[in-house]
């Protein structure tokens, strides 16, 4: 075979060095065009996998690039990137108030009601117990209010039925004392028990006394706290006091 008269353009993807017999391949993280006596980083923000490469590819969103990498690293977890082409993790944004960013995350999630995130959160956490938040995109969880009661994760204060009361910040109602009432749901605080009646734990109305006895102040915690009505006196039921008898007068005819 007769000898060539010329050199052979490197291709591109490879590179050549003098007096080379064959073109040799970019390693991973490098390119060349046609010609190349070396080959180039690839430039912050793109990448190649593969070896042999005229081109370097865009960093994906959700990820950064330094220069001369052949895979792209993940966004750190508390930040994302929506747009290709990160050439540092500075390019990738933090995690705004109200949502979580996972690691590699293209785009930050929303915390639903119920859960609250801060400035750079990797997670939506859930409002305590005696906490809620009714609204989406949150930093903090509001306190449950009184005459209510909020479980783990609640988007809404839920209220106290009739018999039961709650302070502000708690997870459950309290049952009526003794001696007290509440007919209403979401109520903060128990009434009395009214004369004439008495009220067990947990009332939601007072319970009269019976007749034939009376309670003439209030707070009667048990029905024992009804008195008998003394002799020459009359008491209905629910009586607050008692009612002397009439007396009886008989006339003699002369």
């Not at 204060?157 to 709650?166: A, D, E, I, R, T």
């Not at 607050?240 to 005819?253: F, G, P, V």
């Amino acid at each position: 075979e007769p000898a060539r008269s010329s050199c052979v353009a490197c291709p591109a993807g490879s590179y050549c060095l003098a007096r080379a017999i064959e073109a040799l391949e970019c390693p991973p993280g490098t390119m060349s065009s046609a010609g190349a006596s070396v080959c180039v980083d690839c430039t912050p923000g793109t990448f190649q996998s593969a070896s042999g490469r005229a081109e370097c590819e865009e960093c994906p969103p959700g990820f950064y690039c330094g220069e001369g990498v052949s895979a792209p690293s993940l966004c750190p977890e508390k930040t994302y990137r929506s747009a290709p082409g990160a050439g540092s993790p500075a390019d990738c944004k933090p995690c705004p108030a109200g949502s979580a960013c996972a690691a590699g995350a293209d785009n930050h999630t929303v915390c639903e009601p119920g859960s609250v995130a801060a400035v750079g959160s990797h997670v939506c956490e859930a409002c305590d117990a005696g906490m809620y938040q009714p609204h989406t995109r949150q930093s903090s969880c509001l306190t449950c209010t009184a005459g209510h009661y909020c479980l783990a994760r609640s988007s809404e204060p839920l209220k106290c039925p009739p018999g039961k009361v709650s302070a502000a910040g708690t997870s459950g109602c309290t049952d009526c004392a003794a001696g007290k009432y509440q007919p209403a749901s979401g109520r903060a605080q128990c009434m009395p028990c009214p004369a004439g009646s008495w009220c067990g734990v947990g009332a939601s109305a007072p319970t009269q006394c019976l007749a034939g006895t009376y309670r003439g102040s209030t707070g009667a915690a048990a029905e024992s706290g009804c008195e008998s009505c003394p002799a020459g006196s009359a008491c209905g039921k629910g009586s607050a006091s008692t009612a002397a008898c009439e007396d009886r007068k008989s006339t003699r005819l002369n």
